[in-house]
T-cell receptor, first 113, second 116 residues
Framework: EPEVTQTPSHQVTQMGQEVILRCVPISNHLYFYWYRQILGQKVEFLVS????????KSEIFDDQFSVERPDGSNFTLKIRSTKLEDSAMYFC???????????FGQGTRLTVV | QKEVEQNSGPLSVPEGAIASLNCTYS??????FFWYRQYSGKSPELIMS????GDKEDGRFTAQLNKASQYVSLLIRDSQPSDSATYLC????????????????FGKGTKLSVIP
């Protein structure tokens, strides 16, 4: 069964460093999303991406965050200067569009120390 | 502020019983409703989606939607120990099939424990 692949599974970084989280969508999927889940908290929408541009973003997705699809396959989330409160599980989700299910990747656990 | 509220639990039911999970939402413009299951440390898995008032059944699972009361529920019949997980309710203001259909607002989830 096709799946959304996220790398790395766990990333530890020092406060102030830049991190890039990677997602490989299912091949025919056109809509891409990033969500995050702080430990013990709810899953929160960050950003949606379609046709090489951001469709929607939440108030969490400030200037420290950016997304891109650099090579037509990977979908990346960059955090420019990490803060302790960025520690969370980050999930990528992708879908074809048109009333179909969005598939979540297994997540990247980001720990900022 | 769009909110999705769930009882955090834990909800404990004996094996074979019916588990009933509830969710309320604040945004009357919500049009799509989802139930996800999340095992500890894992990603959410979609169990069911529902878009119209009434019941929708899929195997042991039944989702119920009442837009007038802004209420969604999930019934799990013949509960199994493998159903033990956190169940997340999620809503979306975008109609099914619309762009960004999975721009979801999640509740905190209800932890279900099925006792053998």
């Amino acid at each position: 069964e096709p799946e959304v692949t996220q790398t790395p599974s766990h990333q530890v970084t020092q406060m102030g460093q830049e991190v890039i989280l990677r997602c490989v969508p299912i091949s025919n999927h056109l809509y891409f999303y990033w969500y995050r889940q702080i430990l013990g908290q709810k899953v929160e929408f960050l950003v949606s991406f379609y046709n090489n541009e951001i469709s929607e973003k939440s108030e969490i997705f400030d200037d420290q965050f950016s997304v891109e699809r650099p090579d037509g396959s990977n979908f990346t989330l960059k955090i420019r200067s990490t803060k302790l409160e960025d520690s969370a599980m980050y999930f990528c989700a992708t879908e074809t569009g048109g009333n179909t299910e969005a598939f979540f990747g297994q997540g990247t656990r980001l720990t900022v120390v | 502020q769009k909110e999705v509220e769930q009882n955090s639990g834990p909800l404990s039911v004996p094996e074979g019983a019916i588990a009933s999970l509830n969710c309320t939402y604040s945004d009357r413009g919500s049009q799509s409703f989802f139930w996800y299951r999340q095992y500890s440390g894992k990603s959410p898995e979609l169990i069911m989606s529902i878009y119209s008032n009434g019941d929708k059944e899929d195997g042991r699972f039944t989702a119920q939607l009442n837009k007038a009361s802004q209420y969604v529920s999930l019934l799990i019949r013949d509960s199994q120990p493998s159903d033990s997980a956190t169940y997340l309710c999620a809503v979306n203001k975008i109609p099914p099939g619309g762009a960004g259909s999975y721009q979801l607002t999640f509740g905190k989830g209800t932890k279900l424990s099925v006792i053998p």
